[in-house]
């Protein structure tokens, strides 16, 4: 049985004659509004998340290992905590239709491709009164196995329960360096 994702990637591929760029593909299935992340590679979804606030990209960190190096990635939100997390799973395109301009900095600096809507001077909480704490988090870190860890302190610190009623994790099931 075909999922969503399939008849969209067929489509997509059908539309285009072959594969131009993992990073299109990406965007595309991004754009379609069945997920917040999704990394491609060589044509294949390696991962796809519906979670906030990193919680996503944190378990595709653990979950692919180096299955995703040369992976293009979309996310509908990349500020400087995402970008280092994109750096520790190895993707080389980002597509995002919000980019902060710290994660637009480092992005550059590490060679990574980029794409987006729009630049931001910065990634807001929830309540638009501040910087997202994740951001306060990495503002001075600029590797991505001392942002992983820094970021898995943040959620041990936390109590789990998401800002938008997510359900509680386990800290144990956040992924190890």
Request: aromatic fraction near 4%.
């Amino acid at each position: 049985m075909q999922t969503a994702l399939d008849i969209l990637r067929v489509r997509w591929l059908e539309e285009r004659g072959a594969l131009t760029s993992d990073l299109d593909l990406a965007r595309e299935i991004l754009q379609a509004g069945d997920c917040r992340l999704v990394i491609v590679k060589e044509g294949e979804v390696l991962w796809q998340s519906d979670d906030r606030m990193l919680l996503g990209l944190l378990a595709c960190v653990d979950a692919l290992g180096t299955a995703s190096r040369g992976a293009s990635m979309a996310d509908v939100v990349v500020g400087k905590a995402a970008a280092l997390l994109a750096r520790a799973v190895g993707v080389e395109a980002v597509y995002t239709p919000l980019l902060s301009r710290r994660a637009m900095d480092y992005l550059r600096q590490q060679g990574i491709r980029m794409e987006y809507d729009l630049l931001v001077e910065g990634i807001l909480n929830l309540s638009r009164n501040d910087l997202c704490p994740l951001e306060h988090v990495t503002v001075d870190i600029n590797d991505a196995a001392r942002a992983l860890e820094a970021i898995k302190d943040f959620y041990a610190r936390m109590s789990l329960e998401g800002p938008m009623g997510e359900a509680r994790r386990d800290v144990g099931s956040l992924p190890s360096v």
